[in-house]
């Protein structure tokens, strides 16, 4: 039963790209997290999905930043245009349930570089 | 705006003996709290949880004690191991809400 999968574990960009950030959940997962570390901080919630829904994107920037969780495939984080600012370990978490009742399972983080 | 604060950012220890990871939260409504173990290159682990309808929850050598009138909570490893060693993140959050808050970690070494 593999866990929570992310991809790619390290992504770099230059300033302007587009970086594209996937997810896939543990199996029978339905509800995907994703947060962001900058270096020496905790874990910034960014937006919290189901199938097809974004539930909660309070944490996400109002700019350049979009998520999605489609019917069939990863969950994925887009980042348009990305600055030197965006510079940071972007990790997916998945649970079975909403929460906050159950604990949730992360995946390994993507470094996203930005240089 | 810092709703759940590790004031510590790192912690020594000495193996055998017990490691006391503190945290703060601001927000009364928390009403779930959760402890995560984190290593180098690797996601967070889910470590302990505990609701706010009890003071204490116990899972082998971890412990999380919760004092709702101070807004604290702390989790105790005895005996610590230097396979403990990693960042513990204390983590927050609400019924009815779907944000789990973090706070920015503490580093826990244990020396042999």
């Known amino acids: 039963n593999a866990g929570v999968m992310q991809n790619p574990r390290h992504l770099v960009r230059r300033r302007g790209q587009e970086a594209r950030l996937r997810c896939s959940p543990m199996?029978?997962?339905?509800?995907v997290y994703w947060y962001r570390q900058l270096p020496e901080e905790g874990l910034k919630f960014m937006v919290y999905?189901?199938?097809?829904?974004?539930?909660?994107e309070s944490g996400m920037p109002k700019e350049r930043f979009s998520a999605e969780f489609p019917k069939e495939g990863p969950s994925i984080l887009r980042i348009q245009q990305v600055v030197r600012g965006d510079s940071a370990a972007y990790f997916c978490?998945?649970?079975?349930?909403?929460?906050?009742?159950?604990?949730?399972?992360f995946g390994p983080g993507t470094r996203l570089t930005v240089t | 705006d810092q709703q759940v604060k590790q004031n510590s950012p790192s912690l020594s220890v000495q193996e055998g003996r017990i490691s006391i990871l503190n945290c703060d939260y601001t927000?009364?409504?928390?009403?779930?709290f959760l402890w995560y173990k984190k290593y180098p290159a690797e996601g967070p682990t889910f470590l302990i949880s505990?609701?706010?309808?009890?003071d204490k929850n116990e899972d082998g050598r971890f412990t999380v004690f919760l004092n709702k009138s101070a807004k604290h909570l702390s989790l105790h490893i005895v005996p610590s191991q230097p396979g403990d060693s990693a960042v513990y993140f204390c983590?927050?959050?609400?019924?009815?809400?779907?944000?789990?808050?973090f706070g920015a970690g503490t580093r826990l070494f244990v020396k042999a």
């Open positions: 978490a998945s649970s079975p349930s909403s929460p906050p009742g159950d604990e949730q399972y």
């Open positions: 199996k029978g997962h339905s509800h």
């Open positions: 999905l189901q199938k097809e829904n974004i539930i909660d």
């Open positions: 927000n009364s409504m928390f009403d779930y």
């Open positions: 505990i609701s706010s309808i009890k």
């Open positions: 983590a927050a959050a609400l019924t009815g809400g779907f944000k789990t808050i």
